[in-house]
């Protein structure tokens, strides 16, 4: 308790004001209202009355995260993500498309193109990256000639990367195929040391 700043700012505090944030429990934070029960027992010992709150503040700390962990099983089984130890590591087809869409359908094509790897499809493998490169040169090709803009762009990139989480993502592994989560964060570092040149070279090209 020593650690919770309310406990010297509440010190001046009535019991009555005290009791006031405990009766009112949801307009205050936790740290506060652990801060008047702290202080109101030092004053006054325990009491049915602060047991009665501590009792109720358990129970809604309970409630949160049987809620909590409810919502992350239903957004697991939503994306087919399991905690099996023997299911395949694999980036999900949010990372797909988050990828697609901020750089181009071929960098989300080389993520799906990785996930087949792990599940032995090489057929699918061939066919992504025949997709990646056509479907990423045809953007280029017309983001250029018809010069339109960048929100155009992300249109074409977003609607490749569902081509590649709908239709190759399930007709290769299936829909509810289950997998396990895997880190975006080292193909987002690799990504951005891509991009950086290609984009330098486009600004001072011109």
Do not use: C
Request: net charge positive; charged share 25%; hydrophobic share 40%.
């Amino acid at each position: 308790m020593s650690e919770n700043r309310f406990i010297k700012k509440f010190q001046h505090k009535t019991d009555s004001e005290l009791e006031y944030i405990l009766e009112n429990k949801k307009s205050y934070n936790e740290q506060a209202i652990a801060a008047s029960i702290h202080i109101l027992r030092e004053r006054n010992g325990k009491s049915p009355e602060l047991e009665s709150v501590e009792s109720e503040i358990k129970i809604e700390k309970e409630k949160k995260e049987i809620a909590r962990e409810k919502t992350i099983e239903e957004h697991k089984k939503k994306n087919n993500i399991t905690d099996d130890p023997n299911a395949p590591e694999l980036y999900s087809k949010k990372v797909i498309m988050v990828f697609s869409g901020l750089f181009s359908t071929i960098f989300g094509a080389v993520l799906l193109m990785y996930n087949m790897k792990q599940t032995d499809n090489q057929t699918g493998r061939i066919q992504v990256l025949i997709f990646g490169i056509l479907y990423t040169i045809i953007t280029l090709v017309v983001v250029n000639l018809l010069n339109i803009g960048g929100n155009i762009a992300l249109i074409f990139n977003i609607a490749g990367g569902g081509i590649l989480t709908e239709y190759f993502w399930n007709k290769f592994m299936g829909k509810e195929f289950q997998h396990r989560k895997r880190s975006w964060i080292k193909p987002a570092i690799i990504s951005v040391l891509i991009a950086i040149p290609l984009i330098l070279a486009a600004i001072y090209g011109q």
